[in-house]
């Protein structure tokens, strides 16, 4: 089970850190990923990690201003957003899927497990 938390209300410029807690799997075992998805727009990749948490890649429209992390001994994976901006309005999920890391950006709908979202609001 994925648990996403942290989300919220904010100004442009502010900071968020979204958690998504593991639960009931071996967090080490899988590549996570942030997704997002905008009011009437389709969902978009955002952030992988690797299992070992060597590898990290980015969509464009966040590198720079977001990093991706996990805690193995707390289960949970991290995606801290610095510099918010109204484009980033959205609802947050992350996910799991045992593949590498590297397929996981074309993936935006076919992860092996999924968490409920988190809303990020982000007004200017």
């Known amino acids: 089970q994925l648990q996403a938390s942290g989300g919220g209300l904010v100004q442009a410029g502010d900071s968020l850190r979204l958690a998504c807690a593991v639960s009931g799997r071996t967090l080490s075992r899988y590549s996570m990923g942030w997704f997002r998805q905008a009011p009437g727009k389709e969902r978009e990749f955002v952030a992988v990690?690797?299992?070992?948490?060597?590898?990290?890649y980015y969509a464009d429209p966040v590198k720079g201003r977001f990093t991706i992390s996990r805690d193995t001994a707390k289960s949970t994976v991290y995606l801290q957003m610095n510099n918010l901006k109204p484009g980033d309005t959205a609802v947050y999920y992350c996910a799991a899927d045992l593949k590498p890391w590297t397929v996981v950006p074309g993936k935006s709908s076919g992860m092996e497990y999924w968490g409920k979202g988190t809303e990020v609001t982000v007004s200017s």
């Open positions: 990690i690797s299992y070992s948490g060597g590898n990290t």
